[in-house]
């Protein structure tokens, strides 16, 4: 297989087991062997830098990090892509949660902050390992600039939640709850930026991810891995399909096709 230059990895479900919620002893070994191997490392995820968890990952040097779902990307210098949702729409999907009785959760580039909780949302948070960040300040958090919303709901709730939404669009993973973000955001369009800023060509890209909101991501590299555990939309868009997270997929996947040795 021909060696790609860097590798962008979702979180949830890929890289950690959503129910084990820890990153197994072999997939950090696979990551540390990638590193050794000169393969840039990048991650690809729907959380806010605040909450990718670090610790799970000791002795990795992560080159990039896209988060909130592609609309604020940074490496340890710089941000390559920031683009916040329009305020204007900020207040018309209040409205709208207001109106289905949905309480949100706002993230900044260093805060998180709800304007009340349901089990849903409660849930989506637990994921993080935290609980709903109930913001007293919540009303001036969400006339600045905010990359992401995250907030518990349906696939028959999108229509109503997202009516007179003009710049922003649900990147869905679970069908439990879903992340709003800028139209100018997705993974994909974080990821174009990422490789333009690296002088990386996209053939040279390779990305590992199991739900809806890795699509674009797959659609931005030459080489999309679906985890078996991915949602069946992704593993039809994949180039390739790796074992389940729990299972170790992704090191198995690197050992076959040569990334990494056992």
Known sequence: MHKPKILFFDIDGTLIDMQKKCITPLMLSTLHKLQANGIRLAIATGR???????????????????????????????????????????????????????PMCLATESRLAANGADADLADYCAIAK???????????????????????????????????????????????AMDIIPTAGGKGTGIAHVLAAYGIDKADAMAFGDGNNDLEMFGAVGTGVAMANGSDALK???????????????????????????
């Open 48 to 102: 806010s830098p605040m909450t990718v968890p670090l610790e799970e990952f000791p002795g990795v040097q992560f080159d990039v990090f896209i988060t909130f779902n592609g609309s604020y990307c940074y490496d340890k210098d710089r941000v390559l892509f920031a683009s916040p949702i329009p305020t204007e729409d900020i207040r018309t999907l209040r409205r709208n949660a207001a109106a289905l009785g949905r």
């Open 130 to 176: 935290i609980p709903v960040p109930i913001a007293e300040d919540f009303d001036a958090l969400a006339a600045g600039k905010v990359y992401q919303i995250m907030i518990g709901g349906r696939a028959e709730e999108y229509g109503r939640l997202m009516q007179d939404v003009h710049g922003a669009k649900i990147a869905a993973w679970w069908d439990r």
């Open 236 to 262: 039809a868009a994949a180039t390739d399909i790796c074992g389940a997270c729990a299972e170790d997929g992704i090191y198995h996947y690197c050992v076959e096709h040569g990334l990494i040795e056992a």
